[in-house]
């Protein structure tokens, strides 16, 4: 009876330490997305860098996660509605409080084709006052490249559009937490919004902040140069980009890609003043600034021309 015991004591003290089993997964249930909590309450899922394409599924957006005491945030809903649902299912497992608000950045798909997996009555949507019309804009292409690319035949009402407009600032409290929202002129696109969590410092810059990826002319570039200093006077322990790593380094994480669109506007400028032409500027501008990013290839000389275009009858 003693050996007895023994054995099962020494059972019972591996089976302590051995590491907690994961929940059981649902068969037909969808993957929960990785996250990672850069302060109390606040999760990001971070996305790979790279274009949105089939290969990556779409995941190529930073999402966010931030849980007051009565409710939660989320901070855009992924590339697409397959996306959606395992952010969703990830959101489950973070934490048992409802989420009351999504907060769509700015719309382009790899930031709100998820939508539907939260839609809901006790869920509102919260954007840009000029992100409805930019996003019917380009809805039918967003499901077109849904279909052709991904394979996914998603009905017009996969499309989800906000119900809270903001225009300027607003505040959401969720219970101890309050965030302040805030919508830009004309920067990376016309309906730029960031969110600011008082309680952690931390600021949800979007696609106002690459890191690592190249920065994406989609707006004005000069509008964009213009709301940096803004971005940069903002209090924040930490800042989460669009894309790329979350960084504790503030506003320093800002430096390099001002260093690039000031390059992009300095050589566009000198260009059009050597009268060169657009395909000739594509091929000299900006180049040294670009190299050292990702995705030079898919994105720099797109920068080039829109920026040629912006500038071209500038004053």
């Not at 901070?75 to 969703?88: F, V």
């Not at 849904?146 to 505040?171: N, Q």
């Not at 004309?186 to 690592?212: E, I, K, P």
Request: proline share 6%; charged share 20%; aromatic share 6%.
């Amino acid at each position: 009876m003693a050996a007895a015991l023994h054995r099962l004591a020494g059972a019972l003290l591996v089976a302590a330490l051995l590491p907690a089993a994961a929940p059981a997964q649902d068969a037909g249930a969808p993957m929960p997305l990785a996250l990672s909590e850069v302060a109390p309450g606040v999760h990001v899922h971070t996305g790979q860098v790279d274009d949105w394409q089939p290969g990556n599924g779409g995941d190529i957006a930073n999402l966010g996660l931030i849980v007051g005491s009565r409710c939660a945030a989320v901070i855009d809903s992924g590339g697409t509605p397959e996306l959606g649902r395992r952010w969703r299912a990830a959101i489950e497992r973070a934490t048992r409080v409802p989420v009351c608000f999504v907060i769509l950045t700015h719309a382009h798909p790899d930031h709100v084709l998820g939508s539907d997996a939260f839609t809901g009555p006790d869920t509102r949507f919260v954007a840009s006052a000029k992100f409805n019309a930019a996003l019917a804009a380009r809805a039918p292409y967003f499901l077109n490249a849904l279909a052709r690319d991904f394979g996914v035949k998603a009905a017009p009402d996969a499309i989800v559009y906000s119900s809270i407009a903001v225009d300027g600032t607003r505040e959401l409290d969720l219970g101890e937490r309050v965030l302040v929202l805030q919508a830009w002129p004309t920067a990376h696109t016309d309906n730029d919004l960031t969110v600011y969590d008082r309680r952690s410092r931390t600021l949800f810059a979007s696609d106002l902040l690459f890191a690592q990826h190249l920065p994406v002319v989609d707006g004005n570039l000069r509008g964009w140069l213009r709301v940096m200093p803004q971005l940069a006077a903002i209090d924040a322990a930490r800042v989460v980009p669009g894309h790329g790593p979350v960084s504790p380094d503030w506003p320093g994480a800002l430096q390099p890609q001002q260093a690039y669109l000031e390059a992009l506007l300095r050589e566009t400028r000198a260009a059009l003043k050597a009268r060169k032409t657009l395909a000739e500027a594509v091929d000299s501008v900006g180049s040294a600034a670009a190299s050292g990013w990702q995705l030079v290839e898919r994105f720099h000389r797109r920068n080039v021309t829109a920026a040629f275009a912006e500038l071209e009858w500038e004053d």
